[in-house]
Every structure is written in C-alpha cells, then in structure tokens.
DNA sequence: TACGCTTAATCAATCGTTTGATTAATTTTG
DNA sequence: CAAAATTAATCAAACGATTGATTAAGCGTA
C-alpha cells in the first residue's frame, strides 16, 4: 500500500537521523543504518540513490520546520525587543535543546571544510533562524531599549553557543551540571527552566548595561 | 639522529592534526596523513602504535600545552578572580580562535555519541580546563567579588560555546560579522580584541548583577 | 655486523554499491 | 471477473575499492 511505503522511508529516515547523529557522516555505515532500521541494505540505495541522497534526504526533511520557528515571533508588533527575544529563548531551548540528534548532525558536518555542496545548504538555512533573531536586536537597539554599543553579532554567538555547547557534548556538559543531561526528567523539570532563565538573565545584564570597563 | 625523529614525529603530528580537522577522525585515513605529510604509512604506526594513537598524541600535544597554562594563571596568587578570568579570556582568544582546527577537531568528536576509549579519554582531558574555568569562577562567588546567584556551569558553557561557535562553523560566523573570519588580518586586528572585549563585558556585567527579573 | 629507521607489499576487514532472483502489488487484457 | 503482463518492493550475495594494520626486506649509520 501507498501508506505503508511513505512510513518505512519515514522511518528510515528517523533511524538514519538519529545514526548519522550519533556516529557521523563517515562513521555512520549503511550497514548500520539499515540494521538499525530493521531493513534490507540495498533499499537505502533503493530509496534515496546513495548515502549521500539518504543524509541529504534526512536534511532536506527538517527544513521546513526550522524555517517557520521564528518568523511568527519577530513579525507581531504587539511585542517588544525584550518579549521577542525572551519568547526567542524560549523556543529555542523548548525546540532544539529537547529535539538535539538533528542540531548535532547539523553543527558536525558544517564544521568540515571539504563539504562544500552540502555545506552551502545547510548554512542558509541556519542564517534564516539567526537573521529573526539579529533583526529583533537591531530593533531593541535602535529604540534605545538596548545599550547602543551591544555587539550583535557576538551575542548570537552566545545565544546559540551556548547551546549548542550543552546539546553537542552532552558527556561534557553532564560532567559540569553534575547531573546527565541526557535523563529526560532532568533536563524537562531542572534544565530547561535553568537554561531559560540563564540566558535572559545574562543578555539582559549585558544588553542593558554601559560596560564600564573602570576598575 | 635523534633530534630529526623529533622533528619528524612532530611534523606528522601538525599535518595530522589539520587532517582530522579538516575530514574529522573517521574521515581521515592514515594513508591520506601520510601521503600529506610525505612519509611512508607504516610509520604512523612505527611512531604513534595506531590510528588512534596518532590522534591521541595530537589531542595530548595541544592539552596538555594549554593546561599548564590555565594552571599558571589559577595558582597565581597576586590576581583576584576577576583578574584571572580576565588573562583566562585573553588567553582563549590568542590561542584558540587564531589555531582553530583542533577546537574543530575535538568538538566534533566529542559530539558523537560513539562509545570507546578514545571518546572518554578526550573528555577526561577537557575536564581538566574546565575545572580551572571553574574553580576561578567559584572563587570569585565565594570571596564576594561575583554576585552569589552566578550560574557557574553555564557560564562556562557560555564561554567556550561562544567560542566554538565561531570557529567551527566559520562559513557562518562571516555571513552573521560581515567578514570572512579566516582573513589573517581581519582575524587578528579586528576579531580578536572584539571577542576579548565583547566577553569580558558579558561576563563582568552579568556575574556582579544582581539579576534583577523585573521589567 | 648490529641496530634503528624506512620502504613496498600484503593482510583481513569493512566500506558503499550493484546485481540477479524472488515475492508482492498493480495494471492491462481478453 | 480472471488470467496475464507489468511494475514495485525486497532480499541474499557478491562486487571492487579502501580501510587500518602488519610483514619482511632494504637502508644508512655507528
């Protein structure tokens, strides 16, 4: 049946997601994955052509999500710079940190320096999501709800640094919290809040403040 | 002679290094190291035991350089924390953002979950930095000259996340700064003192503010 | 000669991919 | 409607290429 197919390709893709995630591009066999995905190895080159066809078939599946996450936040005019980036926060730390194998996925392949092709995809995509959030800076600066000499860039390396540091080494960052972000009731209940509040509170301190630099 | 191995084992290491950087662990296969380097395959092998040996002894190469370092600034007695962090950041920025292929290297590694030695020794070893980072912070907290209710652990999760963020993904870092970041000159005239300032400030304004959550 | 270094040749294992055969589903035809 | 023809889906097996690693012979120097 019609169904039936959509749904193995769907979950080949969640396996290969999560595989590819895990152990990367190179790492990731085909055997692996068609293991994992209780199918025989040749249908990933039925299916998707090549390895290369099914990662970029794992890509090209979650774009369109990513590209709607922000745009409704930055075009309500009912709100300020201050709600929009804490809503911005907000959704950030609920969406990606929850949901991370794909950001994990993402950040590894991008950090390669020979993957052009693949390379220029991905990069567009993530500027759609880093454009909404630097145009709601630019706006808190410009009506003087910002110190005028915040450095805009440099504060979206934090927002999203930040995060990815916590979600792309989760052996590293359990060894710092002292707990594994890993268990999902920790990270819903203690990290999730934690994070949100952090991170409001370290732009708010910073975007408002006039950097005294005197001793 | 015994001085032309040292120097010969030291070139493999620096070309491996920019090798697994640029294809990452799995990427890189020993006869792509040793053809770049000039020498012959079995030597990886005659010099380091294995392919993860040589990638061992680059990651102990750069670690244990810099650990020394932090340990200098952290037992210096005549500098208060906030001193410390101070030459903590000057430090980051001088060594790490301009050699950025191993961060490169090691985040991307660490990011998989691949279960092995080689992951847990990698994050064995990068605890160590982190403990400096954050023994400086909690002193700071404990003598009074930071606000009480810091977040340690995601400060530094801030610190390093802001730095990986830019280096690892450089493609992207240009597009959000305007410029190409692997311009020499732009990296070291520009880049450099504005990340140094850009963290000091974040970090000064919020580890003395009192946090204050009303708008 | 004896020893440390270097090499080409080679190893088994694994890689991504392809093949040919078989089964299941669909369409066409009488 | 039923039989035949066609297409789609699935599989085990094997392909050539490449992987990390090892071998044994050759090299130069002390």
């Not at 039925?46 to 936040?73: C, H, M």
């Not at 005019?77 to 980036?85: R, T, V």
């Not at 959030?133 to 390396?157: Q, S, T």
């Not at 999730?192 to 001793?215: F, G």
């Amino acid at each position: 049946m019609e169904k039936d197919k959509i749904d193995k390709k769907d979950h080949i893709l969640d396996v290969a997601e999560k595989v590819f995630a895990d152990l990367g591009y190179d790492g990731a066999s085909t055997r692996t994955i068609s293991g994992e995905a209780g199918v025989n190895m040749a249908m990933l080159n039925y299916y998707f052509g090549s390895k290369e066809g099914l990662f970029l078939a794992v890509f090209k599946r979650k774009i369109d999500s990513f590209r709607t996450l922000l745009q409704n936040i930055g075009s309500d005019e009912s709100m300020n710079a201050w709600d929009k980036l804490d809503k911005c926060i907000d959704n950030y730390v609920e969406r990606i940190i929850a949901n991370n194998c794909f950001q994990k996925l993402i950040n590894r392949e991008v950090s390669m320096n020979k993957r052009g092709d693949l390379t220029d995809k991905i990069i567009e995509i993530l500027m759609v999501n880093v454009y909404e959030v630097k145009r709601i800076m630019e706006e808190g600066v410009n009506n003087g709800l910002f110190y005028k000499d915040v450095d805009v860039p440099l504060v979206i390396a934090t927002l999203f640094g930040t995060k990815n540091y916590i979600v792309n080494m989760p052996q590293l960052s359990s060894l710092i919290l002292g707990h594994d972000i890993r268990d999902e009731k920790f990270m819903e209940n203690e990290l999730k809040p934690r994070v949100k509040t952090y991170m409001k509170r370290l732009l708010k301190a910073y975007l408002v403040n006039e950097h005294d630099n005197s001793k």
